[in-house]
Each structure stands twice: as C-alpha cells, then as structure tokens.
C-alpha cells in the first residue's frame, strides 16, 4: 500500500501492480478537487516504485471519468484582461497542470493500463485512451469527444494520439462530430485490446495482467515501451504543447465561453419548459 493518503484518488500497491483510480464517482470523476494533483502525484510514485511493472489507471463507479469540471473550467468566467497577450498566458497558466499531467504519462517508465470501468467523455476519453500502452474496457465502455460543440480543440495531443491508434478518419469523427464509439466498436478498431463484462471488471483486469505476469518477463515488457517510446516521445510532447497554444487562443477568441453560454440558456430554457408542464 501507498504511504501517501489521498482525497480524490486511491492508490494500491499489489505485487507488481499498481493501480490509481480516480475516486469522485459523485463527479461521475471528473478532473475537479485534487483529482489531476494527486493522479500526477501517483504517476510519479509508481514510476519510481521498485516492484511494479503495470500503472492501471481506472475509475470508482459507473463512470471512468466526464473530463473536466465545468465550475472549473473557465467556460464561465467573467474575468477581464488588459489584453489578448495578458488573457492568453492567464490560460496556459490554467491549463499546465493539464500538460503536467501527459508529460508524466508519456514519460512513464512501468507499462501504462488505461482499464475504462464506464464512459469517457471529453478530457475523460481524450487524454488517456490514445496514450496509454494497453487499453481494457468494460461492456458499458463508450468513449465521445465533444470538443467542438464547445469550441474546444483536441485537447493534450490528442489529434495526433487517436489518430494513430485509430486512424486519421475514425478519429476525425469523434474529434470534429463529437461521434459516440462503443466498447465492441473500439475493439473492432483497435483501440481497445480487451472487453471484459460490467460485473467484476476491476477482477477481470487484475487476473488478466496477473496471467500476463506469470508468462512474461516484466522487464522485458517494459523494455518492449521504452524501445516503442523512445523515439515518438519528443514529437508526443509537441502535440501536447501545440493542443495548449491552440487552447489558449481559442479562449482569447472567447468561443468556447459563447458556445457555453448558449448551451447553457437552453438548458435553462428547457427546464423552464418541463417546470410548466407540472
């Protein structure tokens, strides 16, 4: 077990297995509290770890993780700024514990288990899926990239990340469209490498990397990383900080904060409606 006690996260140590799952299920897990802190500062522990060969990065609940936390988000900020210089170095402030985060992914020595319990959604689907070494999903698995509606771009690489593990079109259709994919289509694809049921998903993994253990060299799997990595690692991280710098620019545009507020007053004009009815 972890010395280090967490408030948004749990950290176990089994073997040579390490696991972080994201604990705000209320949230449905999405990156608001200390989630993406203290999700960083397990990367870091379990790179350094002496015994681990697999990172599982998972969810508590029904949901793996909805992205970002709207009240966090800056999508409905009425901050003010000298100019579009200033505004847009307040925003790549905001967002570095975000490249933080992807750094210390792409950097990551144990071999990285992206284990999707439930959905995906934004941040949640885009971050994690197209970085990671393996990737299982449970039967209520879907992943939706709805950057565009909000006047988002793809976020952290992941443009390049998806499209490489899925192909330039597929991949164009979740990012442009906002397009719902499915656990048995994400294996079709080859995105996904396992798809094991809802009930007992969380075993499900854990034997299935245990069997992995048993009849291969943990180190040479991580050789088999560090030899795949090594010479897209500099080019990942370019991704990273030109998804930042497009980002940025778009919140200077201020599209993101106008497409929030008119999603935002039809719900509200919906609620209205479904209130008279009663």
């Not at 209520?140 to 976020?155: K, R, W």
């Not at 507020?261 to 008279?276: C, D, F, G, P, Y």
Request: proline share 3%; charged share 25%; aromatic share 8%.
């Amino acid at each position: 077990m972890s010395k280090t006690k967490y408030q948004d996260i749990i950290l176990t140590i089994e073997g040579q297995i390490g696991t972080i799952k994201f604990n705000r299920p209320k949230s449905l897990n999405s990156f608001g509290g200390k989630l993406m802190a203290e999700t960083i500062a397990a990367m870091r522990e379990l790179n350094e770890h002496p015994d681990t060969i697999f990172t599982v990065l998972t969810g508590e609940g029904r949901f793996f993780s909805a992205g970002a936390d709207v009240r966090g988000s800056a999508l409905d900020s009425n901050e003010t700024y000298a100019n579009d210089a200033e505004k847009k170095l307040a925003y790549i402030t905001r967002f570095t514990p975000d490249l933080e985060m992807l750094r210390s992914i792409i950097d990551h020595k144990k071999v990285f288990v992206v284990a999707l319990n439930g959905p995906a959604v934004g941040g949640g689907a885009a971050w994690f899926t197209g970085s990671s070494d393996i990737l299982l999903a449970s039967t209520s698995t879907y992943l939706q990239i709805n950057f565009s509606s909000l006047g988002l771009v793809p976020e952290l690489g992941s443009a390049i990340n998806l499209a490489q593990s899925m192909g330039v079109h597929r991949a164009n259709e979740m990012l442009m469209f906002g397009r719902k994919l499915g656990a048995e289509e994400l294996q079709q694809c080859g995105v996904v490498n396992r798809v094991f049921p809802v009930e007992g998903f969380q075993e499900s993994v854990r034997a299935f990397l245990e069997e992995q253990l048993a009849v291969n060299d943990g180190r040479s799997m991580i050789e088999v990383k560090r030899l795949q990595n090594a010479p897209l690692r500099d080019a990942r991280l370019v991704a990273v900080v030109n998804a930042v710098d497009a980002l940025a620019e778009r919140f200077v545009e201020g599209a993101p904060m106008a497409r929030f507020a008119e999603k935002k007053r039809v719900l509200e004009a919906n609620s209205k409606k479904r209130a008279s009815k009663i």
